[in-house]
């Protein structure tokens, strides 16, 4: 029996077999998840409905199962018709989730096309799936170590 909160099979395949550097694609429902997946991920869809299951879940979920050294987001070109004055609302939340779990990692966004090519790269070892409907949502974070005696 697992004693952190994420408890989805293949998920917890993907993880264990993941390493230090590995990196995991929290997508937003708008995200071209299977299109941009990189050579040794897996997707796992768990996009139910809109807004069902949303990022954050996941996060707190992944949280409690893997250590994360880093956490970049979807940089906002300005030019871009979705663009938003300062950061979107999510990246609140996800600096109060980081928070709240006594992880030092701060957000740090790679420009748009420059998040695509991070998330095709061979260490990309999962994409999750949302039907999270916040913009700018998606979250490329970098698998930590786990420290002796954790």
């Known amino acids: 029996m697992l004693k952190h909160r994420l408890i989805h099979p293949q998920i917890n395949q993907i993880i264990g077999r993941a390493g230090h550097h590995s990196k995991i694609l929290i997508a937003d429902g708008n995200y071209p998840a299977y299109n941009t997946l990189g050579p040794n991920a897996e997707l796992i869809c768990l996009n139910l409905a809109p807004g069902l299951v949303n990022c954050c879940q996941v996060l707190e979920a992944l949280l409690s199962a893997i250590p994360i ?66 913009l ?3 979250l490329l974070l970098t698998i930590g170590v786990r420290k002796p005696n954790e």
């Open 69 to 134: 050294e880093a956490a970049h987001t979807m940089g906002i070109p300005s030019d871009d018709p979705y663009a938003l004055q300062g950061d979107p609302p999510i990246w609140g939340e996800y600096r109060r989730i980081f928070s709240e779990h006594a992880s030092d990692v701060v957000l740090e966004p790679i420009q748009k096309w420059d998040f695509y090519n991070a998330v095709a790269s061979r260490d990309h070892v999962l994409t999750i799936q949302t039907g999270d409907q916040a």
């Open 136 to 138: 700018w949502a998606n």
